[in-house]
Structures are given as structure tokens and as C-alpha cells.
């Protein structure tokens, strides 16, 4: 099955940028999703990119996938103090029965 | 308003008793999915089902049963055979299960059995 590795806390000051990052191992992922959870709240999708991509911008967010690394990051540009949650990275694939997530990394912004 | 409703937000009860979470949604979507979230370990898939009248066990289903009577309702029992059933439970749909599509998230019910 897949596996999704994530570092499980970024801390970054209020202004900068934040990139984080996630390995998997299944190589047919063909989507990559990036999702945000709030405390005490469900998770919220932000963004994601297809497997044939290697880059996409959508407004403060910018995710990177390298592909035969099997690498995909979130960079978060001007990170701001509503940007504190946990981030999950969770590849998906056609014939799979559902995301595998990662375990998250908890951004903690200071102001 | 379409969207995934989880109730009750916060459940409380004692061990030995088997307790149901509700997960209702107006998506139109025929795959839902329930997960387990404990603290550092992400999400675990507890059982899923990707039409009415079917569903299949996820990673951790043991001490868990489900229906899936309706398109639109999901339930999840949580029985007393689940060992360690404290936890946060999310509910989660999708338009097409087996194609990797996006799943859309419920806000989450927290149980806490003593």
C-alpha cells in the first residue's frame, strides 16, 4: 500500500514563507492532494496538482511534485497567523479505494 | 447549503456501550468514507462505500459496523468490542469512489468513552 511521510512541525514567523514537505512511495498517484485542518474541526481541501504537473500556483499557495523523487511540497507565501492547522498531504489514484493521508505537520505561526 | 453534516460534535459514554455517529450528506455523491484521527497519527480509514448496499472495511474496521441504507446517510457504530474507541471520527464523501477523486470532509465528531 502507499506510504506518506510528513515532518510533523514547521514553525515559521508571521510574513515569511513555509514550505512543507511529504514523500510517498505509490508512483501511480495520479492526484496529490494537499488538505488543512483547523483544531477541533474537519480537514479542508486547499489545493492539489495531477501527476502530470510539476508545478501549481494558486494564489499564496505554490505546490512542487517530483515525480520520480515522489516528492510534493506546499509552500505557503507571506504565511499569516490564520495559517496555524495541521497540513495533510494525501496521494490518491485511480482503482484505490480512498486517500491515504500523511500525518501531518502542524504549522505554528508566530506573530 | 450542500455540504457534510457529523452529529453530535462531542459524544460521551460509558464503556461497554455501543454508540452510532451520524454523517448526512447533500453532495449527491455515492462513495463516503469514515476515518479515525488520533493524535499524531493522521487519518485511518475505518470503512467505506462507494454505493448504496455495499461497503468494505477499511485498515482498522474491527469493533466498527456500518450501513448504508440511503445515498445521502452513512452511519458508523462504534460496539463495545473496540478497544481504545476515544478518539475523533470524520466523515467523508466523494463524487466517484475508485478514482481518486477529492473527498469533501464533515466537521468531525469527538467521542470520549470513560
Known amino acids: 500500500g502507499e506510504d506518506v511521510e510528513q515532518s510533523l512541525f514547521l514553525s515559521v514567523r508571521e510574513g515569511d514563507s513555509s514550505v512543507i514537505n511529504c514523500t510517498y512511495t505509490d508512483s501511480s498517484s495520479t492526484y496529490l492532494y494537499w488538505y488543512k485542518q483547523e483544531p477541533g474541526a474537519g480537514l479542508q481541501l486547499l489545493t492539489y496538482i495531477f501527476s502530470n504537473m510539476d508545478m501549481k500556483q494558486d494564489q499564496r499557495l505554490t505546490v512542487l511534485l517530483n515525480k520520480k523523487d515522489k516528492h510534493l511540497s506546499l509552500r505557503i507565501a507571506d504565511t499569516q497567523t490564520g495559517d496555524s492547522a495541521i497540513y495533510f498531504c494525501a496521494p490518491a489514484g485511480p482503482g484505490r479505494r480512498a486517500l491515504t493521508f500523511g500525518s501531518g505537520t502542524r504549522l505554528q505561526v508566530q506573530p | 447549503d450542500g455540504g457534510i453534516t457529523q452529529s453530535p460534535k462531542y459524544l460521551f459514554r460509558k464503556e461497554g456501550q455501543n454508540v452510532t455517529l451520524s454523517c448526512e450528506q447533500n453532495l449527491n455523491h455515492d462513495a463516503m468514507y469514515w476515518y479515525r484521527q488520533d493524535p499524531g497519527q493522521g487519518l485511518r480509514l475505518i470503512y467505506y462505500?462507494?454505493?448504496?448496499?455495499?461497503?468494505q472495511k477499511g485498515d482498522i474496521a474491527e469493533g466498527y459496523s456500518v450501513s448504508r441504507e440511503k445515498k445521502e446517510s452513512f452511519p458508523l457504530t462504534v460496539t463495545s468490542a473496540q478497544k481504545n474507541p476515544t478518539a475523533f471520527y470524520l466523515c467523508?464523501?466523494?463524487?466517484?469512489?475508485?478514482?481518486?477523486?477529492?473527498?469533501?470532509f464533515g466537521p468531525g465528531t469527538r467521542l470520549t468513552v470513560t
Open positions: 462505500s462507494q454505493i448504496v448496499n455495499d461497503f
Open positions: 467523508a464523501s466523494s463524487i466517484d469512489g475508485g478514482r481518486g477523486d477529492e473527498q469533501y
